[in-house]
């Protein structure tokens, strides 16, 4: 028993001793740890930059090496109900809708399809020496010799220039391929200072070259540097990657942004944000919309952006597992900047439901394509919970997070524009009657009779649904030739729901006041 207590304490007292030693700051040697059989790449680089004259460099490659672990590119396979693979290429389909119908006369067949995780290539135990340094080279390049890259902070430089990756593609020297391809600016643009001008003219060309396309909504992947040059054509993310690259490499200060569910529509988005001489983040659409000329579609909840080092007041950090934590809030590479971009209040919200001993963080859900999905998180005090820089005049759920489903947490809500909260807490004793024309919110008109126009399909049957700790039914109507669908004995201060028959899920929420659907 001795021996075995004095061999713990051997150990115990060599690794802090090696700690001690070791010449590298704690994250990078905990990287150096996990690389495996690839530390002696990483090391190469550390070793190449350990001279006076490239302090700054050697600074840059802790950066990269340190935020490193868990970064890398997911390999997916497309498998049915059964988990047998499914062959399917998005780009065998002339256009989204032959494609949707191809899927799903598939999983008619073989079940629900889902892209499931094969392969997790992990840039610490991949990246070679070479691919770092060159990197870290023409980054430093760009920073020192592009007159508009001159304003830049070490610490903005590394944040925003220096990063080797957009998202999860696939690992090219796309620094390389941009940097030459865009020199000439270096003539026509010579002692220019103006990042908005020449992030514009490189996003010109983008243009010219690669577009959007909707299939690859299914694409399982954000595509490398070769892929888009093949495809001429990609999704959002793939579009906000490209000017990353191309941006980056000509030492522009560019990221991306992202809102993970809209809050009034279907789906997500990601989008550019080029940092200019004050810091502001003025926002674009790599390929499709110039900087100062874009403006986001929806309304939002929150918007955060990718990094690539780690930000220790992540959820993540506190929980430490992902399973535990809604998909888009467990990243451990993200900040916060929806101030950036609209108005924003903190909300302070009372819990009503119980809740296990276990959960000590609740979230707050927006209704995307037929859910509520979780968008931000704060920790439970008591019976109370705040939620930081929430966007206004929007529809809330406070919800808990538990065997992976969201569960309600406390009543639906409205955070109306001056900061205060409408609580939507149906009463079923006062009831009133609705007339409804749409399922989603349109530009109403008037018809030749003097009644609003209406949306609905003629013939069509809708159930109409309002919220109260999951979502209550109030019948099924069919849509009269002409006029509103009229529905009787539905609670006031409530939120509803349309929803067309065999539909897709992509009708809005909204609350009835003064006669009229006001939507969110």
């Known amino acids: 028993m001795k021996t075995r207590l004095l061999l713990i304490m051997l150990v115990s007292l060599l690794l802090s001793w090696q700690c001690a030693r070791s010449p590298y700051p704690e994250n990078v040697r905990q990287a150096l740890e996990k690389a495996g059989k690839n530390r002696a790449e990483l090391e190469k680089v550390l070793k190449h930059y350990n001279q006076p004259q490239d302090s700054l460099k050697l600074k840059a490659a802790y950066y990269l090496i340190g935020n490193m672990p868990g970064h890398g590119y997911m390999v997916y396979v497309l498998k049915d109900t059964a988990g047998k693979e499914v062959k399917f290429n998005v780009l065998n389909y002339p256009d989204y809708t032959t494609m949707v119908a191809a899927w799903d006369s598939i999983a008619a067949i073989r079940g629900k399809l889902d892209y499931k995780k094969k392969e997790f290539i992990e840039d610490v135990q991949a990246v070679k020496a070479d691919f770092l340094i060159k990197n870290i080279d023409l980054a430093f390049k760009a920073w020192r010799e592009k007159p508009w890259a001159q304003f830049l902070t070490f610490d903005q430089f590394c944040r925003y220039v220096l990063p080797y990756r957009g998202s999860n593609e696939p690992l090219e020297d796309w620094r390389s391929y941009f940097y030459k391809k865009y020199h000439w600016l270096d003539s026509a643009y010579a002692g220019s200072k103006d990042v908005t001008k020449i992030a514009t003219v490189i996003n010109e060309d983008l243009k010219s070259w690669f577009k959007f396309d909707s299939r690859f909504y299914r694409h399982p992947t954000d595509q490398g540097l070769s892929e888009m040059l093949k495809n001429k054509m990609g999704r959002c993310e793939d579009m906000a990657n490209l000017a990353i690259f191309a941006m980056r490499a000509n030492g522009l200060a560019v990221t991306s942004d992202y809102t993970p569910y809209w809050a009034d529509a279907a789906n997500n988005h990601a989008w550019n944000a080029l940092i200019d001489t004050s810091g502001k983040a003025i926002p674009f659409m790599g390929s499709l919309f110039d900087p100062g000329k874009y403006h986001l579609p929806n309304r939002i909840a929150k918007v955060y952006r990718k990094t690539y080092e780690y930000h220790k007041e992540n959820l993540i950090f506190k929980v430490g597992n992902k399973r ?114 749409s399922t989603m919110k349109r530009v109403t008109t008037q018809a030749t009779d003097s009644k609003k126009k209406s949306f609905l399909d003629k013939g069509a049957t809708y159930e109409l649904f309002y919220w109260n700790d999951g979502w209550k039914s109030l019948g099924k109507k069919t849509a009269p030739k002409q006029g509103a669908l009229v529905f009787t004995n539905a609670p006031t201060n409530a939120l509803f729901w349309l929803v067309k028959e065999g539909s897709k899920k992509y009708e809005r929420i909204f609350i009835y006041e003064n006669g009229h659907q006001v939507w969110f």
């Open 324 to 437: 535990k934590i809604p998909r888009w809030l467990s990243g451990k590479s993200y900040i916060d900047v929806t101030k950036e971009y609209v108005p924003t209040a903190d909300v302070t919200i009372r819990l009503t439901a119980p809740r296990p001993d276990t959960i000590h963080y609740t979230y707050l859900s927006v209704f995307n394509t037929g859910e509520w999905k979780a968008i931000q998180w704060g920790e439970i005090q008591g019976t109370n919970v705040t939620f930081k820089a929430m966007g206004k005049d929007l529809a809330y759920l406070p919800s808990y997070y538990m065997a992976q489903e969201i569960k309600p947490a406390a009543p639906a809500f409205i955070l109306q524009k001056d900061g205060t909260v409408k609580e939507l807490k149906p009463d079923t004793v006062h009831t009133q009657t609705l007339a409804l024309i």
